[in-house]
């Protein structure tokens, strides 16, 4: 196939095969076809598989089921983020050599007790927009040669971007172009609520936040359209973004689907699956009309 014209908008819609879609993914799917097509731009659809202990070929297998029913269409090949492992571990170790990151070798138990520990006397410990403690400083000031010590006695570890290091890299301000549901216009970017975030484990080579920074290069998104559960994660984007001197697009974060409960969907929740719509025999453009568009 010819290389289609580059300055065509580039959209994509991006679920890890980790559950079955509901009515939240069918939104987000439809509004980025939607501006593809009214923009005169190209619709890609990524697998986001990099979490190998919970993404399955029979989830994969279901959204392209789920997005043909709802009548979409998108160009091929799909980019799967399993196979690109090799690009994210360029982006780390780029970081790396810019002496950015560090390994962090606590465990969510650990990280955990200490939070507890801390907090046992009134005190509270830093939260991150999700609601998850900072990482402790712990690793942070290790010397070279103890973690190359610990890592040779096969202690299981992290690497994590040493937050304050890669801001003091950062001379203009930080921010990004936002035209979704909630907040708009230049948003200032702060991504140093996240702490230093993961940018790879050991069961997982890339963490959400690199992988999907790199992609978005790679593919030429020129327009991120997402959940606003997102919108915080963005200034980690941006700040990646900049470390690695890749192309800024602009955001647009959406509304979220709520359940009968008031909270946001989540994979497990069958009634609101699009398998189980498709089963009681409703239609694409049923969906359409059930997301409100
Ligand atoms: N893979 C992410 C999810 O399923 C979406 C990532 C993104 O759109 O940036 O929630």
Redesign the pocket.
């Known amino acids: 196939m010819p290389a289609p014209p580059p300055d065509k908008p580039v959209y994509?819609?991006?679920?890890?095969p980790n559950g079955f879609l509901h009515l939240g993914?069918a939104l987000?799917a439809f509004l980025n076809h939607d501006m593809a097509r009214t923009n005169g731009g190209r619709f890609l659809l990524r697998i986001?598989d990099i979490d190998l202990a919970r993404c399955t070929p029979e989830f994969e297998q279901a959204i392209y089921r789920d997005l043909a029913w709802l009548g979409l269409r998108w160009e091929e090949p799909v980019r799967r983020q399993s196979e690109h492992f090799n690009a994210y571990h360029a982006a780390l170790d780029r970081l790396t050599e810019m002496d950015l990151v560090y390994p962090a070798f606590l465990t969510r138990g650990d990280v955990k007790a200490r939070v507890a520990a801390y907090e046992a006397d009134g005190k509270s410990w830093p939260r991150d927009p999700d609601g998850s403690p900072l990482y402790p400083d712990h690793d942070r000031y290790r010397s070279k040669t103890e973690r190359r010590r610990l890592i040779a006695e096969g202690v299981r570890h992290a690497f994590r971007l040493d937050m304050g290091k890669a801001l003091g890299l950062i001379k203009a301000p930080l921010n990004w172009m936002e035209t979704g549901d909630g907040a708009c216009g230049e948003i200032p970017a702060d991504p140093s609520v996240w702490g230093d975030v993961v940018l790879s484990r050991s069961d997982a080579p890339s963490s959400?936040h690199l992988s999907?920074t790199v992609d978005?290069a790679v593919q030429g998104i020129a327009h991120?359209v997402?959940?606003l559960?997102?919108f915080e994660?963005t200034a980690v984007h941006r700040l990646l973004q900049e470390l690695l001197e890749l192309p800024q697009p602009a955001y647009h974060h959406h509304r979220l689907i709520m359940g009968p409960d008031g909270r946001k969907l989540s994979k497990s929740e069958g009634s609101t699956g699009l398998a189980a719509l498709r089963d009681q025999g409703l239609s694409g453009g049923d969906i359409r009309r059930f997301v409100g568009l």
């Open positions: 994509r819609f991006a679920p890890s993914h987000s986001e959400y999907v978005d991120v997402r959940g559960d997102l994660a």
